[in-house]
């Protein structure tokens, strides 16, 4: 049976507005973020603590958290890949940080500078500190379902890096497929495996949709027990060090998909279908959220 509600963890901020070649202001951002919880989207990723030299667009992250005005029901989740990192969030009141590792090695190496071991072994302090701060911790893993340079993905990597952020303490870890690449058959597999190492409610599912398979991959997850769901308003996203990675899946169409199962999210769409044309106007991108689109055509 299909979940009666899931939880839809919105990654447009971050994710959506990490790889765009156009610099956003920091009054759009934080517009972005208070507009997308206003909708009813209780967790809203806000920005990343990363080098800027990497991702010049996340540069002002610490802004966008002084400004936002916090509701009391909604988490901000903002990314964090080392102690520098973590000690950033703390200071500008962060209450819920996420970490990322790579099931492959290459995609570590190119997005972190350093090797699946290396990285495990560098965000255990850090995963200490913040639960020891009380901050929520929330895992991802990239390069779930295939690597833009290692091409295959061995599931049992995944398990791995799946039950090691578990021991660490994160709550939920969120499987990535980073690079649109994975098909339902595939998903099923990797949540199985997954499934078989941590509790599969601990399991969220992030999905790119660059070969056009992100709903398909939703509803395949759904039918596997999962019940919460990262995408971005508008369809926005892609990871610098992912080319040809397109945004994630569109949170309008994933609403849209959900209030057709009668599944309950919370969220009204048709908030997130302005927001998603506002965002993809100032963007100067076309609206990649095929719901959004035809919602506001009707
Ligand atoms: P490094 O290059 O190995 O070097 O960084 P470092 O640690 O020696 O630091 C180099 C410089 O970066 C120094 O500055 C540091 O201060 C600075 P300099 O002295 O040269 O001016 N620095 C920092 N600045 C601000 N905040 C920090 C920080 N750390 C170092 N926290 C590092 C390693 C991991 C930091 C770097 O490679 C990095 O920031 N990578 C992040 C890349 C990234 O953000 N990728 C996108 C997010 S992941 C993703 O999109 C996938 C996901 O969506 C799921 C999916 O789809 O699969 C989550
Ligand atoms: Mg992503």
């Given at each position: 049976a299909l979940p009666d509600k899931v939880r839809i963890v919105e990654v447009g901020p971050r994710d959506g507005l990490q790889n765009e070649a156009i610099a956003?202001?920091?009054?759009?951002?934080?517009?972005?973020?208070?507009?997308?919880?206003?909708?009813?989207?209780?967790?809203?990723?806000?920005?990343?603590?990363?080098s800027p030299h990497k991702v010049p667009q996340m540069a002002d992250t610490v802004d966008v958290f002084r400004a936002i005005a916090r509701r009391a029901d909604t988490s901000?989740?903002?990314?964090?890949?080392?102690?520098?990192?973590?000690?950033?969030?703390?200071?500008?009141?962060?209450?819920?940080?996420?970490?990322?590792?790579?099931?492959?090695?290459?995609?570590?190496?190119?997005?972190?500078?350093?090797?699946?071991?290396?990285?495990?072994?560098?965000l255990e302090p850090v995963a200490d500190l913040a639960n020891a701060s009380g901050l929520r911790v929330r895992g991802y893993i990239s390069c779930i379902a295939g690597c833009p340079y290692?091409?295959?993905?061995?599931?049992?990597?995944?398990?791995?890096?799946?039950?090691?952020?578990n021991d660490m303490g994160c709550y939920e870890i969120s499987l990535g497929d980073?690079?649109?690449?994975?098909?339902?058959?595939?998903?099923?597999?990797?949540?199985?495996?997954?499934?078989?190492?941590?509790?599969r409610e601990r399991i969220a599912m992030h999905f790119h949709d660059t070969y056009g398979q992100g709903i398909a991959n939703v509803l395949a997850s759904l039918e596997e027990g999962i019940s919460v769901f990262d995408s971005s308003v508008g369809g926005l996203g892609g990871c610098p060090y992912a080319p040809g990675a397109n945004?994630?899946?569109?949170?309008?169409?994933?609403l849209y998909l959900m209030e057709g199962l009668?599944?309950?999210?919370?969220?009204?769409?048709?908030?997130?279908?302005?927001?998603?044309?506002?965002?993809?106007?100032?963007?100067?991108?076309?609206?990649?959220?095929?719901?959004?689109?035809?919602?506001?055509?009707?």
């Open positions: 956003v202001s920091t009054a759009v951002k934080i517009e972005l973020v208070e507009r997308l919880a206003d909708a009813g989207l209780r967790v809203v990723e806000a920005g990343s603590f990363v901000y989740p903002a990314l964090v890949p080392n102690e520098q990192g973590l000690k950033a969030a703390l200071a500008c009141g962060v209450t819920e940080i996420a970490i990322f590792v790579s099931a492959s090695e290459s995609f570590s190496r190119k997005n972190i500078n350093c090797s699946r071991a290396e990285s495990l072994e560098r290692d091409g295959t993905v061995d599931v049992e990597e995944v398990a791995l890096m799946a039950r090691t952020l980073t690079i649109g690449v994975g098909t339902a058959t595939k998903v099923r597999t990797v949540i199985n495996r997954v499934a078989a190492t941590i509790p945004g994630n899946v569109a949170t309008e169409d994933v009668g599944i309950e999210t919370g969220v009204d769409l048709g908030s997130v279908a302005r927001i998603g044309d506002w965002i993809s106007e100032v963007l100067k991108r076309p609206n990649m959220a095929r719901a959004g689109r035809a919602i506001l055509a009707s």
